[in-house]
């Protein structure tokens, strides 16, 4: 089915380890973006990508890197995980220029991260 | 700065009853809107969209009109169901700017 993948579901992670989180679109989208969701915050934007070779920094992107090398994939990487960067991570995708004011984005299901 | 506010929650109605969830932005420029639904442990879902001034927006008998001259775009829906508990956003993008940028989310609880 078409859509955004994540992956993992699910990670446990010790304070300083390293993780990457994962997501592909195979809906040729342009825009991808991460957020993460926390209680009474809503969601808050950490990266994003108009497109391959393409990324820019959100609101909150202190802890994290990203960088996209093709269209359909667009990774987060936690250097040195801390507590506070325990969360629900949602990654989306939508269509460029226009096309994410016409259509909307699409999410993935999400990644409930904790770090100990 | 864009920016998108909802008014808190949690609402609790009882099924049937009306609802309405408020919603302000603040932008330069002509904004597309949305509402977005996220269901208990899952993801979120594109509920309804409007993309220029008075257009109405509707999905699932929910509705929502996009009024530029108060910045609004209120959620309402004439008759809840228990079905409907969930946690809704509002939010807005910039045609070609490609960030979307949320409200805090507001929780809907209906009782039987």
């Known amino acids: 089915n078409a859509g955004v993948t994540q992956t993992p579901k699910f990670q446990v992670l010790k304070t300083g380890q390293s993780m990457t989180l994962q997501c592909a679109q195979d809906m040729n989208h342009e825009y991808m973006s991460w957020y993460r969701q926390d209680p009474g915050m809503g969601l808050r934007l950490i990266h994003y990508s108009v497109g391959a070779g393409i990324t820019d920094q959100g609101e909150v992107p202190n802890g994290y890197n990203v960088s996209r090398s093709t269209t359909e994939d667009f990774p987060l990487r936690l250097l040195s995980a801390a507590p506070s960067q325990t969360s629900v991570y949602f990654c989306?995708?939508?269509?460029?220029?226009?096309?994410?004011?016409?259509?909307?984005?699409?999410f993935g299901s999400g990644t409930r991260l904790t770090v100990v | 700065g864009n920016s998108v506010t909802q008014m808190e929650g949690p609402v609790t109605l009882s099924e049937e009853a009306f609802l309405t969830i408020n919603c302000t932005y603040t932008a330069t420029g002509y904004p597309s809107l949305f509402w977005y639904v996220q269901y208990p442990g899952e993801g979120l879902q594109l509920l309804l969209k409007a993309t220029k001034a008075d257009d109405k927006g509707s999905n699932k008998g929910f509705e929502a009109t996009y009024r530029k001259e108060t910045t609004s775009f209120h959620l309402e829906k004439g008759s809840v169901q228990v079905s409907d508990s969930a946690v809704y956003f509002c939010a807005l993008v910039y045609n070609q700017g490609g960030k979307l940028i949320f409200g805090q989310g507001t929780e809907l609880s209906v009782k039987p």
């Open positions: 989306a995708s939508s269509y460029g220029g226009r096309g994410a004011g016409g259509y909307g984005y699409t």
